[in-house]
Structure formats: C-alpha cells, structure tokens
C-alpha cells in the first residue's frame, strides 16, 4: 500500500522559504509515476503547485513557477518543496500525492498546515 | 492559469441523480482526456473518484461516472447517498505541462 507523509514547519515568516518533505513508503519514487505538491487555503479550493517525474523532469504552475523549487532523494524515497518569499497568501494546507498519466493524483498524504505570519 | 469551471453548489435528495459540470478550454479539457475528477470531505484529503475522463479507480463504487463533451467535462453520480455529501473538484492537463484544478463544487444531499 502507497502510503505519503508530509512534514516540515507550520510557521513560516513572510519573505522566507517555505520548505515541505514527503515521505513514500510502499512504493520506490525512482521505479515510476509523477511525485507533485498539492495546496489548499482555508476555506478555498485546491491548487497543483509542482510535479517531478521519477527520472527528475519537473513540471511547475506557471503562476508559481518563479518561486518553487520541486526536487527528488531517491535514496532516502522522499521528494521536497521550496517555496520562496512567502506572504500570508501562502498560507495553506499542502499535500503531497502520487500521480499517473497527465499527473492525475491517485494517492495523497494527509496534508499539512503551512501558516505564513510574524 | 484559470481554474476550471463548476457550479458552485449542486444539491439532490438520496436516490436521485446529479451530474457536474467543468468546463475549461481546447488547451486543457478539451485537448487531452487527461481529466480526473476528486471527492473531498471535510478536514480530509482528496480521493480520486474518476481519471481519463472516465475509468474509475479499484474500489470506487460504479454510481459514479465521468464523461467529456469538447471543453466541458461532467460528474455524473447516480443513486444519490448520504456518504456522497462533499466538495468536488474536476482537473486537467494542459497544453502548459501543468495541471489545473476546478473551482470546486458542495454536493448536498438533501
């Protein structure tokens, strides 16, 4: 069973780099499929932040794209997020997920909650 | 990159029928069958309910079933239960090599 674990910090201060792990266990990140950054604001709707295929090609939103950073460690099965120069509409929920063809997310971690505040 | 479009609230009593709509353009919906569809309770993570269009994953009851008419796709699920109240989101490829989710639709069951 594919199960993914997000961590990192809950507060991050406005300006700063936003920086979220995921954890895979039960599956090898480097055999196939997209690894990718899912967000959530409060009350609001969801927002494909990045995707890493397994060979390491990268695919961002264009809107973000200036600002993250989405990268694979194979040798620990974990994939990572940067996001920089964060304000308090960075404020979110972030899942991490699996994704298939056209990065489709089939297994999703259980989210974490990013605040961005002084 | 703009989010998908969908009705912002559908509602149906248990055993009936509702379909949702999302509509996006030839350069995500339209152009590839990459479009899935996510349920959402709240507090919870996603769970993907419809993928390429139309395929449902393992485990994924058959009341649910997608399908896709040049930009707009649609949500279609059928016997309508209690367990089925929850946020929808459809998304898509796009010509970008990204992803773009919609805007998000309640089901309420009344």
């Known amino acids: 069973q594919v199960q993914l674990q997000e961590s990192g910090p809950g507060l991050v201060k406005p300006s700063e780099t936003l920086s979220l792990t995921c954890a895979v266990s039960?599956?090898?990140?480097?055999?196939?499929?997209?690894w990718g950054w899912i967000r959530q604001p409060p009350g609001k709707g969801l927002e494909w932040i990045a995707s890493?295929?397994?060979?390491?090609?990268?695919y961002y939103n264009p809107s973000l794209k200036s600002r993250v950073t989405i990268s694979l460690d194979t040798s620990r099965n974990q994939f990572s997020l940067k996001l920089s120069s964060v304000t308090a509409a960075d404020t979110a929920v972030y899942y991490c997920?699996?994704?298939?063809?056209?990065?489709?997310?089939?297994?999703w971690g259980q989210g974490t909650l990013v605040t961005v505040s002084s | 990159q703009s989010a998908l479009t969908q009705p912002a609230s559908v509602s149906g009593s248990p055993g009936q029928s509702i379909t949702i709509s999302c509509t996006g353009t030839s350069s995500d919906v339209g152009g590839y069958n990459y479009v899935s569809w996510y349920q959402q309770h709240p507090g919870k993570a996603p769970k993907l309910m419809i993928y390429?269009?139309?395929y449902r994953p393992s485990g994924v009851s058959n009341r649910f079933s997608g399908s896709k008419s040049d930009n707009t796709a649609s949500l279609t699920i059928s016997g309508l239960q209690a367990e089925d109240e929850a946020d929808y989101y459809c998304?898509?490829?796009?010509?970008?090599?990204?992803?773009?989710f919609g805007s998000g639709t309640k089901v309420t069951v009344l």
């Open positions: 390429d269009v139309s």
């Open positions: 998304s898509s490829y796009t010509s970008s090599s990204s992803y773009v």
């Open positions: 890493v295929y397994h060979s390491g090609s990268t």
């Open positions: 997920a699996r994704g298939t063809s056209g990065l489709q997310a089939d297994y």
């Open positions: 039960g599956y090898s990140i480097s055999s196939g499929y997209h």
